[in-house]
């Protein structure tokens, strides 16, 4: 069985704070993929970003960033200077290309940040 | 492009009473989800297509759901009947194929059972 675990239920920061989000996981399988999305108060969940479990170069897209460490299990989500219209609620999820898991993407129970003005 | 579209996005319906929930993928994606989010919670997987084949349905509670994808591209989600704790938000997603590609999500139909 595989488990993501964001173990921050809600985060608020003042506008242009930096914040981190972890996440956490667990899983049997070798080949794996994780993934961040966001929420917005729309509801529509939003594809940030997809890393394999044998790629754990850091990776930055403006003011974000994301820190896999494979030997901690973690896939954590930095957010640089963060703007009102960061607010929302953020997912960790992975997806193990195991037989017990079969390709199935198991979330997090993610993150409600909000940023202030 | 366009994305992952869904209807309707709001439904309202009193307990016993059947619904029905339509999802058509990105154009060109193999594999489509059905997905359930409660409030405060991560999505979980309902069902999955490879095509028009249903080939992750183990946690489909086949009392009272059921789906098909008759064509290999749109796809529908039915409840009959629908109970109180069936209130949620019904999300359907669709990746290019399975193994670990990135799925990409549609706005979601929030039903409400009175």
């Known amino acids: 069985a595989q488990k993501v675990t964001q173990a921050q239920t809600e985060i608020s920061v003042v506008e242009k704070e930096d914040v981190t989000l972890d996440c956490v996981y667990e899983?049997?399988?070798?080949?794996?993929?994780l993934f961040w999305y966001k929420q917005p108060p729309s509801g529509e969940l939003v594809f940030l970003i997809r890393?394999?479990?044998?790629?754990?170069q850091n990776e930055i897209s403006g003011r974000y960033s994301w820190n896999f460490q494979k030997s901690t299990s973690s896939f954590n989500f930095t957010i640089t200077a963060s703007q009102v219209v960061d607010s929302a609620v953020y997912f960790c999820?992975?997806?193990?290309?195991?037989?017990?898991?079969?390709?199935?993407?198991?979330f997090g129970e993610g993150t409600q940040l909000t940023v202030n003005p | 492009e366009a994305g992952v579209v869904q209807s309707p996005r709001y439904k309202i319906i009193e307990k016993k009473q059947p619904v029905a929930f339509w999802c058509n993928p990105i154009?060109?994606?193999?594999?489509l989800y059905w997905y359930l989010q409660n409030l405060g919670q991560g999505p979980e997987l309902l069902i999955r297509?490879?095509?028009?084949?249903?080939?992750?349905d183990s946690q489909l509670p086949k009392d009272r759901f059921s789906a098909e994808r008759l064509k290999g591209v749109d796809s529908t989600l039915k409840i009959q009947p629908a109970e109180l704790g069936d209130s949620a938000v019904y999300l359907c997603?669709?990746?290019?194929?399975?193994?670990?590609?990135?799925?990409?999500f549609g706005p979601g139909t929030r039903l409400t059972v009175l």
């Open positions: 997603a669709s990746s290019d194929s399975g193994g670990g590609d990135t799925q990409y």
């Open positions: 899983t049997r399988d070798t080949t794996y993929y």
């Open positions: 890393r394999n479990s044998f790629d754990e």
């Open positions: 999820a992975l997806s193990g290309l195991g037989e017990t898991s079969g390709s199935r993407l198991t």
């Open positions: 154009s060109g994606h193999n594999t």
């Open positions: 297509y490879e095509n028009e084949e249903a080939v992750d």
